[in-house]
């Protein structure tokens, strides 16, 4: 595949996933409104800091596993996805049966108790979870974006579906709970039927030494990066309170929703920069213009609501959760900074670099770790914010990795993008003239050829993307 179809797969994938996002977007709103004005910030940050704990478990079940089967540039044997599909199973029935019975004694200990006694209904779901990764690789591997779209916005809306109704006549943080159970449920049968394909149980101990042999060096950073969810969760709750849990976790909510483009960067770039892998200025091309073009779209949405933020706070989810607007300029950087790094993680995993990610991954935990206990506990919530800027400068270890790995990319565009931006968020309470700053960026000449054939190429499959999905 050229360069120029490559661009232009890559791009449908990212047109066809941000109109399923719109869509979901609005889903997730009446979720925050169930969460807000319905359980409150103490029955959400039970299913929240629950969620978190399950989440790690659920990564760390799947070593990587997925990351295997969907890079690289030649074909997988059918028989790997079967393997890979038994071993799942095997490792989900197990890790779940250990996350049901262990982990919620933990949360007697920490006093997170009403957190985790959701957890044996949560795991039951592990082996489903799992025994959907074959399944999803493919659709990934085949960059079946339109597919994969419709799978999140179906079992996104199951999950409203059945948590709403138990919500309103009183569950409280269980009707959440149930409501994932039926998400994860959906997706299973939805990836199996929309990629064509059913798992056959086989056993190959050769295949899964050389899946593993990659996939659990790839997992170990990612647990690392999941492991945020502990800081976020389980610490602040164990520290504040489940209701400042809730708190700080509907901040990272909204921040994630609002930061759309980062996520859809990060699922359409690792099969696509696999392709690129063995082509390192074609590589360091690709990512100098997806960062650049990655940052504005993050910021652009950020900086809106960093200007109305305040009203929406208090009109759409009510006086108990005004603290979200105060958390938020210091998470939305957080998410701005991320962002500009995403690319260049996303190309070292590509190229097998998993332990130099792991130990970007590393330093950037010790960090919020350390700024959270020493923040959390002199400013109360707030101070989880200053620890996502204490953590920020973690980033120059990944770039410094990137560097030494697969070269210098061009942060030409990136870098004054990127600091218009961060200074719209930072003074985001200042006033409504502080959202404008970033849209100054598409009246500067040097991006205009950018934009203009993101533009072009857009335009060109958006009808398309439209009536395929």
């Not at 999140?152 to 409203?160: D, N, S, V």
């Not at 960062?291 to 706070?313: I, K, M, N, S």
Request: charged share 10%; glycine share 8%; net charge positive.
């Amino acid at each position: 595949m050229g360069d120029s179809g490559l661009r232009a797969t890559v791009l449908r994938g990212g047109v066809i996933l941000a109109s399923r996002t719109g869509l979901g977007m609005v889903l997730g709103l009446i979720g925050l409104f169930i969460a807000t004005r319905i359980l409150g910030p103490s029955a959400y940050g039970s299913y929240v800091t629950a969620l978190g704990i399950h989440q790690l478990t659920q990564n760390i079940a799947q070593v990587g596993v997925e990351a295997y089967l969907v890079r690289g540039m030649n074909e997988r044997a059918e028989s790997d996805y079967d393997v890979a599909s038994t071993f799942l199973l095997g490792v989900g029935l197990l890790v779940g049966a250990l996350e049901a019975f262990l982990l919620p004694r933990l949360g007697d200990a920490l006093g997170i108790s009403s957190a985790t006694a959701l957890l044996p209904l949560l795991a039951a779901t592990l082996p489903v979870q799992l025994v959907t990764t074959s399944a999803t690789a493919r659709l990934d591997r085949d960059f079946a974006y339109g597919r994969i779209a419709s799978i999140e916005l179906i079992t996104q809306a199951a999950f409203y579906v059945v948590a709403a109704p138990l919500a309103l006549v009183g569950f409280g943080a269980w009707a959440f709970a149930i409501g994932w159970v039926a998400q994860q449920v959906g997706g299973c049968i939805l990836a199996h039927a929309y990629s064509r394909w059913l798992p056959r149980p086989r056993w190959d101990w050769e295949a899964l030494r050389r899946m593993l042999r990659y996939s659990v060096s790839y997992a170990t950073a990612i647990w690392l990066w999941q492991a945020r969810g502990l800081v976020s969760g389980p610490l602040v709750a164990a520290t504040l309170g489940l209701e400042a849990a809730g708190v700080v976790n509907l901040t990272i909510r909204v921040v994630e929703m609002l930061s759309f483009g980062r996520h859809l960067a990060w699922r359409v770039s690792l099969p696509a920069l696999a392709t690129l892998q063995n082509d390192r200025r074609k590589m360091l091309a690709a990512i100098a213009e997806g960062t650049w073009l990655q940052v504005l779209l993050v910021a652009l949405p950020l900086a809106v609501y960093g200007a109305f933020g305040a009203v929406v706070a208090h009109g759409a989810f009510g006086a108990r959760w005004l603290a979200t607007y105060d958390l938020f300029p210091y998470l939305a950087l957080a998410s701005l900074t991320s962002s500009a790094f995403a690319l260049e993680s996303s190309a070292l995993m590509t190229i097998a670099k998993n332990f130099e990610v792991a130990l970007f991954h590393i330093v950037h935990l010790a960090m919020l770790t350390i700024g959270a206990f020493i923040f959390m506990k002199k400013f109360g919530m707030v101070g989880y914010g200053y620890a996502e800027l204490f953590a920020m400068p973690s980033c120059i270890v990944l770039e410094l990795v990137f560097r030494s790995n697969i070269g210098r990319a061009s942060w030409r565009l990136t870098l004054p993008t990127y600091t218009l931006c961060a200074v719209s968020l930072a003074l985001c309470h200042e006033g409504l003239w502080a959202a404008g700053l970033p849209f100054l960026l598409l009246a500067w000449p040097p991006t205009w050829p950018q934009l203009a054939t993101w533009l072009r190429i857009s335009r060109s499959f958006l009808g398309w993307s439209m009536t395929q999905t």
